[in-house]
């Protein structure tokens, strides 16, 4: 499948009580998939280097994060880290609401009939090779499978992703992530970017309530992510790095909703035509046009990140800053080169550094020398010793 980022020409709003039904369907699905009372990790294998040590790398993040359920598959090994291993998905005892697929392309068209035997909520695809290769089959093959899970009633992450990470539902996908819960989504069609988000951004006191790595996306898109995450009131904020769209005005509608109801923060992979290549190679998407994507969010008052560090800082001051009431800011700090960057930072961002009042520069000359300093806006305070 070929996807595209482009953008309505205009904005045909579905009707209410067409987004109702559609966001309620999605709230149904998606609850199933973000609170599994059980997950199954096919292909799980001792630890190994690599990306081949992935299937023990979920099953030890997955105990890392106290999931209260986790079962390994592989007929191979009879026990991985410290749990039984089961030969199949249809060993398994108990109920299974969630699968991690680590196993080759070749073996999920069986691996999809134990799914749906099983009855199997949703599966998340960890493994590669379909769509993302450029190969008609292999896209061909991608398409099958989803359109036989999908007919079964089966939700599908992926393929070619790292899938979930959601805190107070035990779910993770890489070990060191925080095991405390916190008000950030993230959904991004990268799962290295995913990882980067998290770790970078923990330092700086930032927590997620859900972390969504859905790569090619076969099934679940970034519009229905969207608009669960509209929805979801443990999602304060929303980070999204998005390398192309399935429905430029399904996306456009999705995003106008999102961002009408939190901050909503994009970084867009794809934005010159090196990076372009890079997309259609990574996730088998198109990435469309960067003035297309950049218009569209304006129009609906998104904020738009260059970098996985400039999306961080922008979740760090929504967490603790908030919304701003207008665009004016008072920048503080020391040094004139500094003063200079910043007020050039703000114009070019759309912001404005308006000079203090008379009021507030006369206090502020109460405790700062005259010579080499400025408190009209940015303040340079050089270096005050109390």
């Not at 218009?295 to 760090?316: H, I, K, P, Y």
């Amino acid at each position: 499948p070929t996807r595209s980022a482009s953008s309505p020409s205009g904005p045909s709003e579905a009707s209410d009580s067409e987004h109702g039904e559609s966001a309620k369907r999605t709230g149904q699905a998606f609850d199933f998939i973000f609170h599994p009372r059980s997950v199954a990790v096919a292909g799980a294998s001792p630890p190994q280097p690599g990306f081949g040590g992935m299937g023990s790398g979920f099953v030890i993040s997955l105990q890392e994060m106290g999931c209260p359920a986790v079962y390994p598959v592989n007929p191979h090994h009879e026990e991985i880290e410290g749990l039984k291993c089961y030969p199949s998905l249809l060993d398994i005892e108990g109920p299974v609401d969630h699968v991690i697929s680590s196993v080759p392309a070749r073996a999920v068209p069986s691996l999809i009939d134990d799914c749906i035997a099983k009855g199997v909520n949703s599966i998340h695809f960890f493994t590669a090779g379909f769509s993302e290769t450029g190969e008609e089959e292999l896209a061909k093959l991608e398409a099958e499978i989803v359109r036989r899970a999908v007919k079964a009633g089966l939700r599908v992450l992926g393929p070619n992703c790292m899938g979930l990470y959601a805190p107070a539902s035990r779910l993770s996908f890489m070990p060191g992530f925080p095991t405390e819960p916190g008000p950030v989504a993230f959904i991004s069609q990268s799962g290295g970017n995913a990882a980067d988000m998290v770790f970078n951004s923990a330092p700086r006191g930032i927590r997620y309530s859900k972390v969504v790595s859905y790569g090619n996306a076969a099934d679940v898109d970034e519009s229905e992510l969207l608009d669960y995450l509209t929805e979801d009131p443990e999602s304060e904020i929303i980070c999204a790095y998005i390398e192309g769209v399935k429905d430029g005005r399904r996306f456009f509608q999705a995003m106008r909703r999102a961002a009408a109801a939190k901050p909503v923060i994009v970084l867009k992979g794809g934005r010159t035509e090196a990076g372009t290549r890079a997309v259609h190679s990574h996730t088998g998407s198109l990435a469309g046009s960067r003035e297309v994507f950049d218009a569209l969010l304006r129009q609906v008052g998104a904020v738009r990140a260059d970098s996985v560090e400039e999306m961080v800082d922008l979740a760090v001051a929504f967490r603790w800053a908030g919304a701003l009431a207008g665009p004016g800011i008072a920048v503080v700090g020391g040094g004139g080169g500094f003063r200079v960057f910043a007020a050039d930072e703000l114009d070019e961002a759309g912001l404005s550094c308006p000079v203090l009042p008379q009021a507030t520069q006369r206090a502020l000359r109460e405790f700062t020398p005259v010579a080499g300093t400025s408190v009209r806006n940015p303040v340079d305070t050089i270096i005050i010793f109390d």
